[in-house]
């Protein structure tokens, strides 16, 4: 096989940086690509060369096979890489990056062809004996089949597009009044998504557990797997948090459930690397075939960690055409090994993906901690365009509950300002009694996490907020915030915060430099930095990480976080009755369904608009009963956050 020189990654953000990272420890030359939102992103600082492939949009830069091989010639790439996600398992691409004479850092097209669409997979791994979950894969695709089928298997079900992964044109079903419904936004959700509309059914099983094995194999036909993956605790069907070992796997079920995973591998000739994923029942003894990923995981730091291997080297080593350096015989676990996702969003509102600059970021370090990502310490924006995983942390100890207790401590020690994290959400996930037990499954967070509070700030964050407004207000006006006291005693100010839609007000009075009183609290300030402040209270001293942008002010402390605002002297709020009756975006995004018009009657709760950001499909519903008034917008449109999608008049 021909050897090659320079590694193109057809990606972006943290494994575009990872695949980099290791490509240039093999002594390979790399080329980054960009779109336009990405210009200046880490990855394409870290790689030798970087080349822009065309505008924010996916579907014109990332996923455009003809912007990536005139970058791939352009820049002398003779290989390519491509991370996961995005062009990863599209057969095309990897036809296409050997008929232009690259080496293709993955698997053959045949063999992601195989496995690429849900449907034709299943097929296959039912006419190879694979246990499968009892569904329907079939050709006839209209609604009322489908329907059909779902009331033969049995609710719940789950409607999943054929073609896709990462929980997008995936939805539970559980009443059957759903189905017409959820068939219609899954398969627009999956036509959006992957190109194709194609739905499979599956019969729901509760309270299992997502368990998947990682796959390796060479051109030699040598195949071996590396161990399973936990990948249960899930939002929205899509991963958060992963381990490896599965706490619900022995020896005996691993043996059975990587040998089903070699054969599955061996049936389509693959190579690479690999991940056959699998349910596990909730006995605890019985495993159903869900799909092949055809690429690198997302979460396979985990099984690097318990294996001391270099993934994303091995599948460099193999494209070129070595053999695999070790026998399943020789393949050891070393310990345990958690990773979460750190995404943008705000789990309080259903997850709801973020966007904006992310104005400070500072990843924990520490013994047996790893963190994966693609960004600058500040300036950086989380886009609309993208997914909106942060990065990936991951703790590794000799025993589960060391990884736990050290990832416990790693997010603590994480600074993200300036958007809002799941944070504070994966530590409460981390602490449940069920998750440290190991005893989560498909339903962990439905279960136990159904309805989440917004954020609240402890008093302790509340005062440091209203001293750096406070110090930021007296430097405004020309004044040392230091000196704000006099020979007769110290003088009050009040300061009104606004944060969510909570208010606070809160006295300060200064005592002299760097020492203050706030509601009766004395605080001093022991220790300054650039976007840091280090407090005592109370004989307990705590740093805190803030930045200021415009009229807000993004304070964290521990797993506290505060975004708020200096109301002291604003204007009265906005009259709350006209917010009730506004429908705003609460992101930059695309109108891709309008579903109401201007002058009709409609229910609170009814579904008005839908949009598109962060490659999943947000419903817009009325908040109160009314008529609609404005609807000025419309399919295809792109909008901005805040911005006017309806407006009604109150119902008489």
Known sequence: MAGFTTILVANRGEIACRVIRSARALGYRTVAVHSEADAGALHTQLADLAVCIGPAEAKQSYLSIAAILEAAKAAGADAVHPGYGFLSENADFATACVDAGLVFIGPPASAIAAMGNKAAAKRRMIAAKVPCVPGYQGNDQSDATLINEATKIGLPVMVKAAAGGGGRGMRLVADAADLPHVIQAARAEAENAFGSAELILEKAVVDGRHVEIQIFSDHAGNTIHLGERDCSVQRRHQKVIEEAPSPAVNEDLRAQMGAAAVAAAKAIQYVGAGTVEFLLDSNGRDFYFLEMN????????????????????????????????????????????????????????????????????????????????????????????YDPMIAKIIAHGMSREEARRRLLVALEQTVALGVDTNRAFLSDLLSHPDFAAGKATTRFIPQHFASIPAPQPDAALLQAAALLWFERSARANGHDPGQGWSSTGSVSWPVLLGWGEAKRKIQIAVLGPDRYRTDGAEITVTQRGKGMLRLRSEGIERSLHFAFAGDSLYLSSGLADIACRDLTWAPPAENEAAAERELRAPMNGRIVAVLAAEGETVKRGQRLVVMEAMKMQHEMVARIDGQIEKLPVKVGDQVATRQLLAALAVAE
């Not at 070595?322 to 345990?336: C, E, N, Y």
């Not at 970021?361 to 013994?367: C, D, K, L, Q, Y």
Request: aromatic share 6%.
């Open 294 to 385: 055809t690429r690198l995981q997302v979460e396979h730091p985990v099984t690097e960690a318990i294996t001391g291997l270099d993934l994303v080297a091995l599948q460099i080593e193999v494209a070129a055409g070595k053999a695999l350096p070790l026998a399943q015989k020789d393949v050891r676990f070393s310990g345990h090994a958690i990773e979460v996702r750190l995404y943008a969003e705000a789990p309080h509102a259903g997850f709801l993906p973020q966007a904006g600059d992310l104005l400070r970021w500072s990843p924990p370090t520490g013994s047996g901690l790893r963190t994966d990502h693609g960004l600058h310490e500040a300036g950086q924006t989380i886009t609309p365009f």
